[in-house]
């Protein structure tokens, strides 16, 4: 759905450039701002693509695992009993493209971690699976 989104802009964007190029210097011009548009389309799919893959996480029984980073890997290991609270953010853009953030917060600022582009009902999952977890395990200590 993603691809097809930034396709349709990418057209919508090399159509109007293409219409001014004409204008201004005529059909070649035009031309090589299409083709212009369109290689930066496909550069911004790709960018796109590989930095939405780079996230992940994983639920395990005591921790949740969470995986970031493109050029640099991250890995964060944030224990349920550390957990102080979790929150579920949704700007303007994400409202808009139905998906949310799931922020963890815990006592030490190094190991706070954010989730981002989950669906709304996966976040909303995710935020009292790890809440009810949080709990068990913070009683236990």
């Known amino acids: 759905m993603r691809r097809l989104e930034v396709g349709a802009v990418a057209l919508a964007f090399a159509l109007l450039a293409a219409a001014v190029a004409e204008v201004e210097v005529g059909v070649a011009a035009a031309a090589a701002v299409v083709g212009g548009a369109l290689a930066l389309a496909m550069l911004a799919e790709v960018f796109v693509s590989r930095r939405y893959s780079s996230?992940?996480?994983?639920?395990?029984?005591?921790?949740?695992?969470?995986?970031?980073?493109?050029?640099?890997?991250?890995?964060?290991?944030?224990?349920?009993?550390?957990?102080?609270?979790?929150?579920?953010?949704?700007?303007?853009?994400?409202?808009?493209?139905g998906i949310a953030t799931v922020r963890l917060h815990t006592a030490a600022a190094a190991t706070d971690a954010r989730l981002p582009g989950l669906s709304v009902p996966e976040a909303a999952r995710l935020r009292e699976q790890l809440t009810s977890l949080g709990e068990a395990r913070a009683a236990g200590i």
């Open 55 to 97: 996230w992940g996480y994983l639920e395990r029984d005591d921790d949740l695992l969470v995986r970031r980073g493109v050029l640099i890997k991250r890995l964060s290991v944030v224990p349920y009993g550390r957990m102080q609270f979790v929150d579920v953010t949704a700007g303007l853009v994400e409202r808009l493209f």
